[in-house]
C-alpha cells in the first residue's frame, strides 16, 4: 500500500490559493503632454500671482515703472487719514463697502445659477424631446439672438425697467441672467446625448413625463448643470456694463461696480483696486475647483456635440 506525503511547501500555497494579493495602485507616470502643459498652466497662472503680489505690495512701488514682481515686503494697507489715502486689504474693508457689494453680487450670481438650472433645463428638455408644432423654429430663433450685439438692447431694455421701476434697484441685475439662449441650448444639446431608451423604459413603468424628467433625466445632467452654472458664476460675477448703466444707487452696487469707483479719469487707487480684484476673484476660484470634475465630464460626454 503507498501512502503520499505532502510536501510541506505545498500546504502553504494551497491554503493561499484561494486568497487574491491585495491590489496595489498604479501611480500614473508623467506624460510628455506635462512638459508643455505644466508651462502653459504656469503662464496663465501668472497673472493671478502678480495680482495678489501687488495686493501686498507697498503702494510706492506699485506707482514705479516697471513695478516689482515681488514686493520689498508685505504690507496689507492702512485707513484712510488727512495725509494718505487708504490702501491694501484694511483700507478696502475700512474705508469702502466691499462686503456689501459681495453680498449683493453673491445674490446675483445665486439668482442666476438657480434660475438658469431650473429654466434652461425645462426649456432645453421641451426643445430636446416633446414634439409640438414650430418646436424647430422656436428653438432657432432663440439661439439667433446670441447673434445681437448687448449694445443694441441696452435702451430698450432700460426704457422696460424704468416702466416697472427695477432701476436702481438690484432686481436690474438679476433679471437679465434669469435665463439665456446659450443655458438653454447647452441643455438641449445635452438632452439629446442620452438615450431616449432610458425614459422610454420609466414610462412603461408607469412614470409620468414629469417624473421622468426628475428622476432619470436631471440626475444624468448633473454634469451639464455644473457647466451651466459654471458659465452662469462666470457672467453675472463680472458683469459691469448694464449694472454701470441701470444701478446709481450705492447700496444696490455689485462687487464689479463698486471696484470701478477705484479708477478714474486722472488717477487710479491701485492697491484698493488689486486688493478688491483679489476678493473678488477668489470664490471664482473656489467654485471652479468644486465643480471642475462635473466641467471636465461633460465635455468628456459630448454634451456640446450637434
Not at 21 to 32: M, N, Q
Not at 268 to 292: D, E, H, K, R, Y
Request: charged share 10%.
Amino acid at each position: 500500500m503507498m501512502t503520499t506525503i505532502a510536501h510541506p511547501a505545498s500546504a502553504p500555497r494551497e491554503a493561499g490559493a484561494n486568497t487574491a494579493p491585495p491590489r496595489r495602485r498604479r501611480r500614473r507616470r508623467p506624460s510628455g503632454w506635462h512638459l508643455f502643459l505644466a508651462p502653459t498652466a504656469f503662464i496663465f497662472l501668472l497673472p493671478f500671482l502678480q495680482m495678489f503680489m501687488a495686493s501686498v505690495a507697498p503702494e510706492k512701488e506699485l506707482i514705479t515703472f516697471p513695478p516689482p514682481f515681488i514686493p520689498s515686503h508685505i504690507d496689507l494697507g492702512h485707513v484712510q487719514t488727512l495725509t494718505t489715502p487708504a490702501s491694501g486689504f484694511i483700507g478696502l474693508l475700512s474705508g469702502s463697502d466691499v462686503l456689501l457689494w459681495l453680498g449683493n453680487t453673491t445674490l446675483v450670481a445665486i439668482a442666476a445659477i438657480g434660475s438658469h438650472l431650473v429654466l434652461c433645463s425645462l426649456a432645453g428638455y421641451g426643445f430636446a424631446r416633446l414634439r409640438f408644432r414650430g418646436r424647430t423654429f422656436g428653438f432657432f430663433a432663440i439661439v439667433a439672438t446670441i447673434m445681437v450685439p448687448t449694445q443694441l438692447l441696452m435702451i430698450p431694455t432700460y426704457i422696460m425697467f424704468a416702466r416697472v421701476g427695477l432701476i436702481d434697484t438690484l432686481g436690474a441685475a438679476i433679471v437679465p441672467w434669469l435665463a439665456t439662449a446659450f443655458g438653454i441650448f447647452l441643455m438641449r444639446q445635452f438632452f439629446l446625448s442620452l438615450p431616449a431608451e432610458l425614459e422610454e423604459a420609466a414610462m412603461l413603468d408607469g412614470c409620468g413625463r414629469w417624473s421622468v424628467f426628475f428622476r432619470v433625466v436631471l440626475p444624468l445632467a448633473k454634469p451639464a448643470l455644473a457647466t451651466l452654472a459654471i458659465f452662469t458664476l462666470l457672467g453675472s460675477w463680472n458683469d459691469l456694463v448694464w449694472p454701470l448703466i441701470a444701478i446709481n444707487n450705492d447700496h444696490a452696487f455689485t462687487l464689479q461696480l463698486g471696484l470701478s469707483n477705484f479708477q478714474g479719469t486722472r488717477r487710479t487707487q491701485w492697491s484698493l483696486l488689486m486688493a478688491g480684484n483679489v476678493v473678488a476673484t477668489l470664490p471664482l476660484i473656489l467654485f471652479f475647483l468644486v465643480a471642475q470634475k462635473q466641467f471636465i465630464a461633460t465635455m468628456t460626454f459630448s454634451g456640446l456635440k450637434g
